[in-house]
Nanobody, 114 residues
């Protein structure tokens, strides 16, 4: 059974930075995609933030391009999200995901104050 555990969330002022980490446990075989989604306060849907394949190809939401960087350590099956120039609208619960298998972490809160 694969489990994902996020860490690194917190409260930061606008313009600040945070680095999220997502550690996986369990066996992961073959090519996969790890990513980050977020759910803003009052919204039901979770929006894509960024993804990265096991080969290193990345994809970003337009709203975070140039500010966020996704990376991964394949040896440890860990994914990171470096978030710079944070804005109040980045406030959300951030979830780590792993595909295939549609695995989700429990989420970590990021709050950006103005």
């Amino acid at each position: 059974q694969v489990q994902l555990v996020e860490s690194g969330g917190g409260l930061v002022q606008a313009g600040g930075s945070l680095r999220l980490s997502c550690a996986t446990s369990g066996k992961i075989f073959g090519a996969n995609i790890m990513g980050w989604y977020r759910q803003a306060p009052g919204k039901q849907q979770r929006d894509l933030v960024a993804t990265i394949t096991s080969g290193g190809s990345t994809n970003y939401a337009d709203s975070v391009k140039g500010r966020f960087t996704i990376s991964r350590d394949n040896a440890k099956n860990t994914v990171f999200l470096q978030m710079n120039s944070l804005k109040p609208e980045d406030t959300a619960v951030y979830y780590c995901t792993l595909t295939p298998g549609n695995y989700w972490g429990q989420g970590t809160q990021v709050t950006v104050s103005s």
